[in-house]
């Protein structure tokens, strides 16, 4: 009988993460998301395991300039609650938007990832800044275009 494939299994001392950049700017909200939770969560390596934080961290810079496409920026609303009677809040996309863009990019990414303690941990190693600055030079990140 041959070798048999053993199962890979990464150890948390082997993962490595790196830095990388995103230029919101021209780009479609739900596909940028996507697309940083695809790094976020690590599913982009080969060695990539769903019970552990494999993902690299992300710096998303003009968040300010992000694209809606159809009837969004009329039609959506953020809704919140005081946990009181009478608490309700809804606050539209556009003014959200001029407000907090960094908002509006978060509440995307952390709608796609898991609802469990490691995407708590997950979302932490992204930083949305809305101009084109950013306080991460030192790290040296990687620009990804897509």
Known sequence: MKDIAKTFS??????????????AEGKVLGRLASEIVLILRGKKKPEYTPSMDMGDNVIV???????????????????????YPGGKKWVSITKMMAEQPEFVIN??????????????????NLKIYAGPDHPHASQKPEKIEF
């Not at 810079?61 to 609650?81: M, P, R």
């Open 61 to 83: 810079i003009n968040a300010e300039k992000v694209l809606l496409t159809g009837n969004k920026s009329q039609d959506k609303d953020y809704f919140s609650h005081s946990q």
């Open 10 to 23: 990464i150890k948390e001392s082997e993962i490595t993460k790196k830095w990388y950049l995103i230029d």
């Open 107 to 124: 509440h995307a990414v952390k709608g796609m990832l898991p609802r469990t303690k490691m995407g708590k941990a997950i979302i932490k």
